[in-house]
């Protein structure tokens, strides 16, 4: 069974329309982040979470919001989608703050289509 | 942010080698990751270096030199696999030990 799950993995939504992306890990890591990847621009940061009380924007969190409901389910949404928001998006877990247990574990991805 | 270059593309044939280099800003430095990335698939982990020296590991190694703030990633006897992009990531002190990640290098391994 895959430790860090997404859904959906495929979403079409229209511009102006609510849409949330869900994140579930079993790894038991206490840091979780979501990114979008762009081709060509690599992984950005949209926002992170090292608690479940602790929520922090990362490098392009406008039109976006996450929440964290318990250590292991982390979600993205958008308020209101908008074209430029079409992109692959990625949920991550990582341990800790040392040497190899800052490696980031990936979900599968989502793959968002706005019209 | 933290600069992370890498170059954008390169291209080799089955069997030979390629290596492709990763340069990053030094201060705070506490480790640096290679990924794989397949087209349309989340990035897997291949190696990990925080001393410097090489790590070999099967086809794959990389190398670390903090002092210069440079990485490799070498691939030997490329197979049509290995086609994909290969992503460089540092974690740093100073950014709450969170990765930061190059642009990524898309590898084309030609018959």
């Known amino acids: 069974d895959a430790d860090v799950t997404q859904t959906p993995r495929n979403r079409i939504t229209k511009t102006g329309k609510r849409i949330m992306l869900e994140c579930s890990q079993t790894?038991?890591?206490?840091?979780m982040y979501w990114y979008r990847q762009d081709p060509g621009l690599g992984l950005q940061l949209i926002y992170y979470s090292f608690d479940v009380k602790d929520i922090n924007k990362g490098e392009i969190s406008d039109g976006y919001s996450v929440s964290r409901q318990a250590q292991a389910k982390f979600s993205l949404s958008l308020e209101s989608a908008i074209p430029n928001q079409t992109a692959l998006y990625f949920c991550?877990?990582?341990?800790?703050?040392?040497?190899?247990?800052?490696?980031?574990?990936f979900g599968p991805g989502t793959r968002l289509t706005v019209l | 942010g933290q600069n992370i270059d890498q170059p954008t593309e390169m291209t080799a044939t089955e069997g030979a080698i390629v290596q492709i280099n990763c340069t990053y800003q030094t201060s705070g430095f506490n480790g640096l990751f290679w990924y794989q990335q397949h087209a349309g698939e989340a990035p897997t982990f291949l190696s990990y270096n925080v001393l410097d020296g090489l790590e070999e590991k099967g086809r794959f190694s990389s190398f670390l030199s903090r002092s210069k703030g440079y990485s490799y990633l070498l691939l030997k006897e490329l197979q049509m696999k290995d086609s994909a992009s290969y992503l460089c990531a540092v974690s740093l002190r100073s950014n709450d030990y969170k990765l930061s990640f190059g642009a990524g290098t898309t590898v084309t391994v030609r018959a």
């Open positions: 790894k038991g890591h206490d840091r």
């Open positions: 991550a877990t990582s341990d800790g703050t040392s040497g190899r247990l800052n490696e980031q574990f």
